[in-house]
């Protein structure tokens, strides 16, 4: 969905360096979500925001942090990234006011590879 | 806690009618039934929803019986490009982050043939 970006779309890093991944969004969206997604599973989540004062984590989030900048901007940061978070990540934002449930949209996604 | 169960794969071949069953025997009376398709490399996409009975789009059709303990993504006359993962997700408007909410587990990964 172009109303959700994420930068970069492919990164290649070391083990043990600083990461950060970032996603914006256009939607208006008050909620901001990170997934990991390993080869043959599904989507796990990492940190969600339910608005610019709340961060909670997630099913995974050892090893990860946030930081919600914005209404519009979520930022992932892997302070010193380990091989086992290689991995796609996604960001994904959600706006259930006057639904009774909770749809999400979903960035293109984030390779990162950690040698 | 997964709330919802589905089968890993299927296949089918061009033209056919699919239908992926999903259970979720314990779905809460506020829960509604969402499902996504997933392309290699790229973000869930939101496919259809629905409470009860049956919902139709342009894309698919939701087929959900008076208990709701199951629900069937029905996808008319696939093609080569409906090749993709398929998630079935029970939940209300509490989010993701709400223990059982709105869960991904693994999908369907339907492989349609020429």
């Known amino acids: 969905d172009a109303d959700v970006t994420q930068t970069p779309r492919n990164r290649i890093t070391k083990t043990g360096k600083r990461i950060m991944l970032e996603c914006s969004q256009t939607?208006?969206?008050?909620?901001m979500y990170w997934y990991r997604q390993d080869p043959g599973l599904g989507l796990r989540l990492i940190y969600y925001?339910?608005?610019?004062?709340?961060?909670n984590k997630g099913e995974i989030s050892d090893g990860y942090s946030v930081s919600r900048q914005a209404q519009a901007k979520f930022s992932l940061s892997l302070e010193s990234a380990i091989p086992n978070q290689t991995a796609l990540y996604f960001c994904?934002?959600?706006?259930?006011?006057?639904?009774?449930?909770?749809?999400?949209?979903f960035g293109p996604g984030t390779r990162l590879t950690v040698l | 806690l997964a709330k919802t169960t589905q089968p890993i794969s299927m296949d089918s071949y061009e033209g056919q009618e699919v239908n992926i069953t999903c259970s979720h025997n314990?779905?809460?009376?506020?829960?509604?039934i969402t499902w996504y398709q997933q392309f290699p490399s790229q973000g869930p996409r939101f496919i259809i929803q629905?409470?009860?009975t049956k919902v139709t789009n342009e894309v698919a059709s939701l087929f959900i019986p008076a208990d709701r303990k199951s629900s069937t993504l029905s996808l008319p006359r696939v093609s080569l490009s409906d090749t993709a993962v398929y998630y079935c997700?029970?939940?209300?408007?509490?989010?993701?982050?709400?223990?059982?909410?709105?869960?991904f587990g693994k999908g369907t990964k339907l492989s349609v043939k020429p």
């Open positions: 994904a934002t959600s706006d259930p006011q006057g639904v009774r449930t909770d749809t999400q949209y």
């Open positions: 939607k208006g969206h008050d909620r």
């Open positions: 925001s339910f608005d610019v004062k709340d961060i």
């Open positions: 314990n779905i809460a009376t506020n829960d509604y």
């Open positions: 629905g409470y009860k």
């Open positions: 997700l029970v939940g209300d408007e509490r989010g993701p982050g709400s223990q059982g909410n709105l869960i």
